[in-house]
């Protein structure tokens, strides 16, 4: 039996993984790994240490050097799927095995050039988040699972006009009763934001790695049977 466990435990793995491949801007689509630094492999990474979770690794390429053009205030809708080719055909676990449940996180950072390879040392704020809504008992991963892929997100209207990466995540808990367990899936894309309102407002920061800790409860938890749920990293940053 226990060969059994550890089969079904690694099937449950590799079919946890999905990628932010794709962007929308007010409901017009940018096109498939426009503007987007899609890693050619949907594989989790669990090490909080890593340089590899501020963007993820091993890209596709060539790297699109797009760069997206968002008004500040404009609604983005970043989509996920199973693997970088997209939507390939009826899949039971795309964009997300619905068995997998964890919240969804996107994360902006300023930068001197959107198409920028050194992403080291950047200093990031939460602009969304989604854990788990205590009325309905859904996940992050609930609602991707349901909108086929898409999470919508508004950019702040009152961040200075310029040069991002915004950092959209997944982090899966089914392994996450202890550390190394919970899965992070990510991807950059390259924006630039313009049109900003008179009132510019500076958010505090945070760096990635280093905005998680192991000892979070949001990082080490058990999907299973709990009723509330704090997402990890620091508040949503509000204008």
Request: aromatic share 8%; with cysteine; proline share 8%.
């Amino acid at each position: 039996m226990a060969p059994l466990l550890s089969l079904l435990a690694l099937v449950g793995l590799v079919s946890a993984g999905t990628i932010f491949q794709e962007v929308s801007v007010n409901g017009v689509d940018q096109g498939h790994g426009v503007g987007v630094r899609v890693p050619t492999s949907n594989a989790a990474i669990t090490d909080l240490n890593s340089p590899n979770l501020i963007c993820n690794t091993n890209f596709v390429q060539p790297v699109s050097q797009a760069v997206i053009k968002v008004p500040a205030g404009g609604q983005v809708t970043a989509q996920f799927h199973r693997t970088g080719a997209g939507y390939t055909g009826p899949d039971p676990a795309d964009p997300i095995d619905p068995t997998n449940k964890g919240p969804v996180v996107a994360y902006l950072a300023a930068v001197p050039s959107a198409t920028q390879t050194n992403v080291s040392g950047l200093k990031w704020f939460k602009i969304f988040e989604s854990g788990l809504n205590e009325a309905t008992h859904q996940w992050g991963s609930d609602l991707l699972f349901i909108n086929k892929g898409n999470v919508t997100l508004t950019i702040p209207p009152c961040i200075a006009s310029g040069d991002y990466l915004l950092r959209v995540e997944y982090i899966g808990l089914e392994y996450a009763s202890s550390y190394p367990g919970a899965q992070f899936f990510m991807s950059c894309a390259q924006l630039s934001v313009t049109g900003t309102s008179a009132k510019v407002v500076a958010p505090s920061t945070v760096s990635i790695p280093g905005v998680y800790k192991s000892t979070d409860s949001g990082i080490v938890t058990s999907v299973f049977g709990i009723s509330s749920y704090t997402v990890p990293g620091p508040a949503v940053f509000t204008c």
